[in-house]
C-alpha cells in the first residue's frame, strides 16, 4: 500500500523526441487541422514552406505537428535540428534542454543543467517548474536535505510543481531525523489559500493529507489519522481510487466496518485493489456479516472480470505482427520466427518510465501464474533508452527490485536513431503492451497503465485466453 500512496507525479516526460513535446501542445490548431484536412500534398507543402520562411517559430512547431502526424518521422526530427539552430532560445531549444536534465540520473550533474537553463531561458522561469520539480525530487532521493530545500525555496510560489514537491522535502526531512509535521501542516494551510484558484493544487493537498494520515497510521495513531483523512476526503468531490482505498483502511482501522465495506467492495468491482485492499475487504465483510464471503467475493470478482471481457471486446485487433529481431539479456539475438507458436506478451518498457515501474508488481503476478505454461511466453523489452550502459541498467533496476523478468533489450540504431522493434511494433509511448496469437497476429496492443494490480492480472490472463481462442478458430 506505500506504493499507492507516494506521491503522484502529475507528468511523466515520455518525450520521445523533442518534436514530440511540443507537438502534443498543438493538436487543436486551426491551421494545423487545415494542413492535415488538405488532400493536395502539394499545395500543403507550399504552405509549410511558406510558414518556415517567416521569421516565426510558430512555422516550425506547426510543420514539426504536421510530419509527425503524416508520420514522416525524418523530415520532423530534421525540423527540430533546424528549429533549434535557428531559434537558440527558442521553444524547441528549452524542450531539448529540459529532455537533457530529466534524463540525468546525477543530482549534481541535474543541478548545472538547470542552473545553465535559467540563465539560458530567463523569459521561461514560470515554465520551469517540472526541472525545479525534478531536481528537488532526485537530491531528496539521494537523500540530500540542504539541497532539497535549496531549490525548493527557490521555486515560484505559485507553481504546482511546487506542491508536488512538498512530499519528497517532508520524506527526506523524516529520513534526516527532522519532524515534518510542521512542515507539511505549514505548506498545506498555504496550499489551501489557493486551491479556489487551482484544482489541481487542490487534489495535491489532499495528496499531502493523506501522506499525513498514512503517517499516523503507520505510528499507531488511527484516530489521529482518521480526522486528517475525514478532511482530505471531505474537501474533495472527485475522490481518487487511491483516496478512498486508504480512506475505506483507516475507516475499518477505527471499527467502522460498515463504511468500509462498500468503499473496498466498488474497489474490487472497478477493478483497482492490491492485497492490501483484498485482506480489509474480507475482514470487513467478516465483521459486517457472519459467513458467505466466498460467495461474496467471487460475485464481485466476476463483475470486475465481466468488465474487462467488455472492454476487450471493443479493442481486440487481428494484424500481422511485423518480422523483429530483439536482443536477449545475454546478447543472443531473437527473432519472430523463433517465437512463432506460442501466445507472446510483449511488454515495452524502460528504467525511467514511471508508469512501466508502477505496472510491474502485476506483471510478477501475472508472469507468475503463466511461468509453466509452454504456450505463454513474455517478453520484458526495455527501449527508448537514456543511458550509456542500458543492459546494466535495466538488469540492476530488475535485480534490486526482485522482478525475475525475461529481459530483452531494443537498442537504439545509431544512424537512424530509432529503436527498431519499437518501431516495427509502431510504439510511441511507454509502457505498451503487444499480445500476439500463436499464428504471429497482433490481438492486442495497449498503452499505458490505469493502475489496479488484480485487474491487471486478470487483464493480461483474459487478452491471453482470447488470444489462444482467436489462433484456434482461424487458420494461419
Known amino acids: 500500500m506505500k506504493k499507492i500512496i507516494r506521491y503522484t507525479v502529475l507528468i511523466c516526460l515520455l518525450l520521445l523526441y523533442c518534436y514530440k513535446g511540443l507537438a502534443q501542445n498543438y493538436g487543436g490548431n486551426p491551421r494545423l487541422q487545415a494542413l492535415l484536412n488538405t488532400k493536395d500534398s502539394i499545395a500543403a507543402e507550399k504552405e509549410i514552406i511558406k510558414m518556415l520562411k517567416s521569421n516565426d517559430e510558430e512555422g516550425y512547431l506547426l510543420a514539426v505537428q504536421y510530419y509527425d502526424r503524416k508520420n514522416q518521422k525524418a523530415k520532423a526530427e ?27 540520473k546525477n543530482p549534481k550533474a541535474k543541478e548545472v543543467l538547470l542552473v545553465k537553463m535559467i540563465k539560458r531561458f530567463p523569459n521561461k522561469k514560470s515554465d520551469m517548474g517540472m526541472y525545479y520539480y525534478d531536481v528537488v525530487a532526485s537530491y531528496a532521493q539521494a537523500g540530500n536535505l540542504e539541497k532539497s530545500k535549496k531549490w525548493y525555496a527557490d521555486f515560484q510560489s505559485d507553481d504546482m510543481y511546487r506542491y508536488l514537491a512538498t512530499g519528497y522535502v517532508a520524506e527526506v526531512m523524516k529520513k534526516n531525523g527532522e519532524d515534518s509535521e510542521e512542515f507539511l501542516k505549514n505548506e498545506i494551510a498555504e496550499a489551501t489559500d489557493r486551491i479556489r484558484r487551482a484544482e489541481q493544487i487542490k487534489s495535491t493537498v489532499v495528496d499531502l493529507q493523506l501522506k499525513r494520515a498514512w503517517n499516523k497510521r503507520e505510528a499507531g495513531d488511527n484516530s489521529a489519522a482518521l480526522e486528517i483523512i475525514q478532511r482530505a476526503y471531505d474537501l474533495n468531490e472527485r475522490r481518487s481510487d487511491n483516496l478512498l482505498n486508504s480512506y ?37 465483510y467478516e465483521k ?29 485487433i487481428d494484424t500481422k505482427a511485423p518480422s523483429y529481431k530483439v536482443t536477449d539479456s545475454e546478447g543472443n539475438t531473437v527473432t519472430s520466427e523463433d517465437l512463432m507458436g506460442k501466445v507472446l506478451v510483449i511488454d515495452f518498457w ?64 545509431k544512424e537512424t536513431r530509432l529503436n527498431p522493434m519499437a518501431a516495427a511494433f509502431e510504439v510511441n509511448a511507454i509502457p505498451t503492451k503487444v499480445i500476439i496469437d500463436p499464428n504471429g497476429q497482433i490481438r492486442f496492443r495497449i498503452a499505458g497503465f490505469s493502475g489496479g494490480e488484480n485487474a491487471a492480472v486478470a487483464e493480461v490472463s483474459t487478452m491471453i485466453a482470447m488470444a489462444k481462442e482467436a489462433a484456434e478458430t482461424e487458420t494461419p
Open 288 to 316: 459486517v456479516n457472519e459467513n458467505g464471503y466466498e460467495e461474496f467475493l467471487g460475485a464481485i470478482q466476476a463483475t470486475m472480470i465481466d468488465s474487462i471481457k467488455t472492454h476487450l471486446d471493443k479493442i481486440v
Open 78 to 104: 530534421a525540423l527540430v535540428e533546424e528549429a533549434i539552430t535557428k531559434y537558440p532560445k527558442g521553444r524547441f531549444s528549452f524542450v531539448r534542454a529540459g529532455n537533457t536534465l530529466v534524463g540525468d
Open 350 to 413: 524502460a528504467t525511467w518510465c514511471g508508469p512501466c515501474k508502477k505496472s510491474f508488481p502485476s506483471m510478477k503476478k501475472a508472469l507468475k501464474k503463466y511461468r509453466k505454461d509452454p504456450d505463454v511466453q513474455f517478453l520484458f523489452v526495455h527501449t527508448f533508452e537514456r543511458d550509456e550502459a542500458p543492459l546494466a541498467s535495466a538488469q540492476e533496476y530488475l535485480d534490486e527490485n526482485d522482478y525475475d523478468f525475461p529481459l530483452y533489450m531494443d537498442y537504439q540504431n
Open 248 to 284: 475505506a483502511i483507516i475507516q475499518a482501522d477505527n471499527g467502522n466496518y460498515d463504511k468500509a465495506l462498500p468503499i473496498l467492495t466498488s474497489t474490487v468491482k472497478k477493478g483497482q485493489s492490491d492485497d492490501l485492499v483484498m485482506e480489509y475487504l474480507k475482514k470487513s
